[in-house]
């Protein structure tokens, strides 16, 4: 390895050796709110080291890391999103009983797998950084292991997750088998002298299809989306909702496009059923939800069925939109979550929505932000969320994919009922509530400062975004 | 050059600042505010107006770009305010009357509970009326359109708690929408025509464009021509106006018959390039406007409403305006607009005045007496009255409207029947406005008189009045006395009049029109002059007694409307009560509601089924590729 590829692995070294780091902290006894501003710390080390890496793409470190400017991107929206769910950790863990401190080298770990993820050109890097995210995240769901909801959603994951795996090794297995190569540029290139329409590379990928299906909780491989949602603790839930599934996708996309998956119409017929039954089970099945942490989870298998719509045509546009639309996806989801683990009291989180009635009158402006994430989420103009669902609904249309569009079109109006019931009752009448005792003002005060910042941010996206898609545009190039 | 933004912002910030504040701040504060920013705007506009009038700008207009409001494509469209010779005299109406009302209501609506909102509302609607006049767009003018329909919307329902004036509002609103959505059409049109909205833009491209294509020079000043009618309450569209009286009196006094009613008036002469190059147009605009004087005149001569009868006479005298533009008389119409603002707003606020003196009685036949019981009121009302009646050379209705009469036949589009509707008109008006008089100052009181007045009161009436009598000076018909200030300074923007070759002579049609108007006033002082009072024994006769009716409804378009429009809408609405589009949307959500059961089903929770799926999703995905 030379100095340059050490310079431009170094935000993903600085990565591992931020939960080191943490471990060093611990065995010195420092206390929480050390190793919180220690972790703070060094997530902008990685942010900075990205920057500074910037200058030097693209390099590759053959055959299993590629280093460019998509990787960039979906590396650093992946950190801002744990420097976020690591501000929130602080006070919801702080309450908890359990002893916060190892969650955070557990949650820098589960980060350093969607990283590597982000930047894997190989077999081999992306199923380490896979099961890195996932190990991490089979503890980190169970974190609280003395309440039950949490320690049978960490089961249910583990035991889903491990069966996902195998279909993936299995996958991985048989395109080797049929191109001789675990690296996505070789295979690439046996699929062009081969006709490539052999049965054992279509298997192969429908098994590796499944696994990514099962992590991005995609229908019909949703079904933990909500048990874990709603079992994990909510920054983690958090975490699940964003950084995992913003790293697996990075290298779906990869794989897709050095492969050109998009030529073979049997992978694409799969990811159009796939995105078409997450739009519509996703969205119905948020209907009549009354747990916000569920509902969101529904909501969230059908966003990725309409980010699946921008992914669909396989072409540079598409990419471009996913970001944006990831960028847009996870500062909301952000919101959301951060809101309930402001209102979440020591015994239990706050999901049910019969705990939210009234919220207005009481915390306008925590209502307040949530009603914007809220109509993020729906799609409505003037947020990220709308001009994010536009974007995909451009490119769509202009791929003349009507069928997915038609659906995305109906199931989004279909969401808007939800989540509108969810703000109607922000502002339905207030239900006495034990006030909470605030423990930590300074951060509450940042945690209030960085949803309100993101809301900030949202709007925007959502009314200024030509800076933001320039910026992806320029680093998209990268390569 | 001056800061023509200022005119209308300053009402503008007095709005907001009571729509904000209104209810923390004392009645004199609020009072302060609203009156004082129309004054305000009043005095610069004089102040500018003497400037424009001494040292004219080149181009015979100042225009100021503030900003750019939106741009797409081809299409820019500023706040872009222009004052030349045309906008500066509804400008000046416009905050000089408006500032006379706005002291009247300081007194009269001093009582009002809801003192700030009244005021956030007249001072919103004299800066919508602004931007309507100064705009140098038609998307502004639309904008000062809209915002002046949607102050008098709120300004007739002012009192809200009585249902009949919150009905009387919405017919408003809605029958000026047809008016209005026709111009929003009409303004399209021009813009898929010509590429541009901004007006000289427009009055620039016209001729040469419709000269090439002239598909539609017709349709376009048609459509605006409607937008007109809405606004200004002529016929067909004429219904609203009447029932607008149930807003307070200054407000009818501003809206209702100095300003706003004349937006079409104003919308007309600042497109007339367009209507000049459609004589059906023009036709069109003369006929609507003969045929609304002369329908509304009749009405206005039975009504027993004291504002009722003005808010007829106000639809009748702006027909003479249209029936004006059509004939392609600019500067005359524009002329009859300026003297009627001052006689009418006159009129509407003595009507006030009477109506809370005599405790909200609005009959004029139980009124009587008033003329030694309120001096003061009667010689003010008697000055608009006789404005009204154009009674020759001593008021300032006589001049403009003998114009009007005299262009009727002369002026190019002008011809004798035109003529002879407006000579009718000019005799039925002056006959009701005696009626007026006689019935409300002479005779003995039948209503005890309490006492209203003051100062703050009476400023307004007196100046107005002093205006009603002297305004026309400025203008002299051409063969009494060379004397022509205003039509000189309006030619700078509209064209001048076009006689025709053989004309009669216009000392015998003046002739005839001063007869007319005293005979008008004759048979006024015959029928209802207390003592001989023949109209009493008149009015018995049963066939008399629906005519009466007939022409009381205002010539029955209500009824009219109410069995062509309503019903077949209100039957509609009957027959289709569970509504049947209704079930195609509940049975959408019937069936997701259904649907989100079955999905709800299978999140069960056990990991057994949930393992069962993703091999069923398995063997689906891998079945599915191989078969492709």
């Given at each position: 390895m030379n100095g340059l590829q050490f310079e431009a692995l170094l935000p993903y070294t600085l990565l591992a050796a931020a939960s080191l780091v943490v471990i060093l902290l611990i065995a010195f006894r420092l206390s929480h709110t050390v190793i919180q501003i220690t972790g703070f710390i060094l997530m902008c080390a990685v942010m900075v080291a990205l920057l500074q890496a910037s200058a030097l793409l693209p390099v590759a470190i053959y055959p299993i890391f590629q280093i460019d400017g998509f990787a960039l991107l979906f590396t650093g929206l992946l950190v801002l999103c744990v420097m976020v769910v690591g501000l929130f950790s602080f006070i919801y863990f702080e309450e908890r009983e359990e002893n916060p401190k190892e969650y955070y080298i557990l949650l820098f770990l589960g980060t350093l797998g969607a990283a590597v993820l982000s930047i894997s050109s190989h077999f081999i890097s992306l199923f380490i950084g896979l099961e890195l995210l996932s190990v991490s995240l089979y503890a980190l769901i169970a974190?609280?292991?003395?309440r039950n909801n949490a320690v049978e959603a960490g089961i249910k994951y583990l035991v889903l997750a491990a069966i996902s795996s195998a279909f993936l090794l299995f996958g991985m297995a048989m395109i080797y088998m049929e191109t001789g190569s675990m690296e996505f540029a070789t295979i690439a290139k046996k699929l062009q002298t081969s006709n490539g329409h052999s049965i054992l590379f279509i298997t192969g990928t429908g098994m590796m299809v499944v696994a990514i299906g099962f992590k991005l909780a995609l229908a019909p491989f949703h079904l933990w989306a909500a048990d874990v949602y709603e079992g994990a603790p909510t920054p983690v839930t958090a975490f699940i909702a964003t950084a995992s599934k913003i790293g697996v996708f990075a290298v779906l996309l990869r794989f897709f496009q050095t492969i050109g998956l998009s030529n073979y119409p049997m992978v694409i017929t799969v990811f159009l059923v796939l995105a078409v039954a997450s739009m519509i089970i996703g969205n119905l099945l948020a209907l009549r939800q009354q747990n916000l942490k569920r509902l969101l989870a529904y909501s969230s298998i059908a966003h990725f069925g309409y980010l699946l719509v921008a992914f669909l045509p396989g072409n540079a546009a598409g990419v471009q939109v996913a970001v944006f639309y990831l960028l847009s996806y996870s500062i909301t989801l952000l919101i959301a979550f951060g809101v309930i683990t402001l209102l979440s009291s020591r015994e239990q989180d706050t999901g049910d929505l019969a705990l939210f009635r009234g919220l207005f009158w009481k915390k306008p402006v925590t209502a307040a932000v949530l009603t914007l994430a809220l109509l993020s989420l729906a799609g409505i103009?003037?947020?990220g969320g709308f001009l994010a669902k536009f974007f995909v609904l451009a490119t769509g249309a202009q791929q003349q994919l009507w069928f997915p569009v038609t659906v995305l079109v109906i199931t989004s109006v279909i969401g808007l009922y939800y989540y509108l019931r969810v703000i109607s009752t922000l502002f339905g009448e207030a239900v006495p509530t034990p006030v909470k005792k605030t423990l930590h003002p300074f951060f509450y005060l940042t945690t209030y400062t960085s949803l309100i910042v993101m809301v900030v941010l949202l709007c925007w996206l959502g009314t200024f975004p030509n800076d933001v898609i320039e910026y992806i545009n320029r680093q998209l190039l990268i390569r | 050059m001056p800061l023509l933004a200022l005119i209308p912002a300053l009402p503008l910030t007095g709005f907001l600042v009571l729509f904000l504040g209104g209810r923390r701040f004392s009645r004199n504060v609020i009072a302060g505010i609203g009156a004082g920013s129309v004054i305000a705007s009043a005095v610069f506009t004089l102040l500018w107006g003497i400037r424009f009038l001494q040292s004219p700008p080149a181009g015979g207009a100042w225009t100021q770009s503030l900003w750019q409001w939106f741009r797409v494509e081809s299409l820019s469209v500023g706040i872009d305010l222009r004052l030349d010779a045309l906008s500066l005299l509804f400008v000046f109406i416009i905050t000089f009357v408006g500032a006379l009302i706005h002291i009247y209501s300081v007194a009269f609506m001093r009582q009002d509970r809801d003192y700030a909102r009244f005021f956030a509302s007249m001072n919103l609607f004299v800066c919508s009326m602004l931007l309507l006049v100064m705009a140098d767009n038609l998307v502004l003018l639309y904008l000062g359109w809209e915002g002046v329909g949607l102050c008098s919307y709120l300004l007739i329902g002012?009192?809200?708690?009585k249902p009949a004036n919150c009905y009387a509002a919405n017919k408003a609103f809605y029958i000026t929408r047809i008016g209005d959505t026709a111009m929003a059409i009409g303004l399209f049109l021009l813009f898929k025509e010509l590429g541009t909205l901004s007006i000289p833009g427009i009055l620039n491209q016209a001729p040469q464009h419709f000269a090439r294509s002239a598909s539609y020079s017709t349709l376009i000043p048609l459509l605006l021509l409607a937008g007109g009618i809405g606004k200004s309450a002529q016929l067909p569209l004429q219904t609203w106006l009447p029932d607008a009286m149930a807003g307070p009196s200054p407000v009818s006094a501003l809206i209702h018959a100095a300003t706003m009613v004349t937006a079409g008036v104003y919308l007309i002469a600042r497109m007339h390039g367009l209507f000049l190059l459609s004589p059906m147009a023009m036709s069109v605009t003369a006929v609507i406007g003969a045929i609304t004087l002369f329908i509304a005149g009749c009405s206005a001569l039975v009504q027993t409403d004291i504002k009722r009868i003005l808010a007829y006479s106000t639809i009748s005298q702006i027909g003479y305006m249209f029936l004006a533009l059509g004939v392609g008389a600019w500067s005359a119409a524009i002329f009859h607009f300026f003297t009627h603002a001052f006689f009418k707003a006159l009129l509407f606020l003595a009507a006030g005045v009477v109506i809370e003196a005599l405790h909200h009685e609005h009959n004029i036949f139980k009124m009587g007496g008033l003329r030694q019981k309120m001096p003061l009121l009667f010689y003010t009302f008697l000055s608009g009255a006789a404005s009204l009646a154009a009674l020759p050379l001593i008021t300032a209705g006589f001049f403009s409207k003998d114009q009007i009469l005299w262009y009727a036949w002369s002026?190019?589009?002008?011809?004798i029947l035109l003529w002879a509707i407006a000579l009718a008109g000019a005799f039925i008006t002056a006959c009701y406005s005696t009626r007026l008089l006689l019935v409300v100052f002479w005779g003995e009181a039948k209503t005890p008189v309490g006492k209203f007045g003051g100062r703050l009161i009476y400023l307004p009436l007196i100046t107005l009045a002093a205006l009603s009598l002297i305004s026309g000076f400025i203008e002299w018909p051409h063969n009494i006395l060379h004397l022509t200030l205003f039509s000189d300074e309006l030619q700078q923007v509209l064209p001048a009049t076009i006689l025709q070759e053989n004309h009669p002579p216009e000392f015998l049609l003046q002739g005839i029109a001063a007869t007319a108007t005293i005979a008008g006033i004759y048979m006024g002082y015959h029928w209802y002059y207390p003592i001989t009072g023949r109209i009493y024994r008149w009015q018995a006769g049963t066939r008399m007694l629906a005519f009466r009716s007939f022409l009381l409804d205002g010539w029955k378009f209500d009824q009219l409307y109410r069995t062509l429009f309503i019903q077949p809408f209100l039957y509609l609405t009957r027959i289709n009560k569970n509504d049947v589009f209704d079930r195609v949307y509940s049975g959408i959500a019937r069936g997701s509601v259904s649907l989100n059961r079955l999905f709800s089903?299978?999140?069960?929770?056990s990991l057994r089924w949930y393992i069962a799926a993703v091999l069923i999703g398995i063997l689906f995905i891998v079945t599915l590729q191989l078969l492709l």
């Open positions: 974190y609280l292991r003395n103009p003037l947020t | 002012f009192w809200y708690e002026a190019g589009n002008g011809n089903a299978s999140q069960n929770g």
